[in-house]
Nanobody
Framework: VQLQAFGGGLAQAGGSLRLSCAFSGGTFSRYGMGWFRQAPGKEREFVAAVRWTGVSSSGESVEGRFTISRDKVKQTVTLQMNSLKVEDTAAYYC???????????????????WGQGTLVTVSS
């Protein structure tokens, strides 16, 4: 499985960005997909995930602002980020894990494959 993330960049606080992750090399429908982020000097943090069933979840810090979705035809996962805050600045990583169950969604250890990361910088 290979994952390639797109769409990072610079945004102003209050603005929006969209990240995409292209999935290849496996059966997309069997994988749960997630986004994690890591800011300098901080631990990796769960952002959002969408299971193979289509059920999504998001971290408390982005709840109501970020939306994750998956496109089974294009085999992509998109993270729409609205109302960005300076504290959203981080490297964002796309991840995939086979058959992830609900209780595992927020754990990075549940994901077997990781993309290269894309940098998001939010300025005030």
């Amino acid at each position: 499985v290979q994952l390639q993330a797109f769409g990072g960049g610079l945004a102003q606080a209050g603005g929006s960005l969209r990240l995409s992750c292209a999935f290849s090399g496996g059966t997309f429908s069997r994988y749960g997909m997630g986004w994690f982020r890591q800011a300098p000097g901080k631990e990796r943090e769960f952002v959002a995930a969408v299971r193979w069933t289509g059920v999504s979840s998001s971290g408390e810090s982005v709840e109501g602002r970020f939306t994750i979705s998956r496109d089974k035809v294009k085999q992509t996962v998109t993270l729409q980020m609205n109302s960005l805050k300076v504290e959203d600045t981080a490297a964002y990583y796309c991840a995939a894990g086979p058959g992830i169950i609900a209780s595992e969604t927020r754990r990075s250890s549940a994901y077997a494959y990781w993309g290269q990361g894309t940098l998001v910088t939010v300025s005030s």
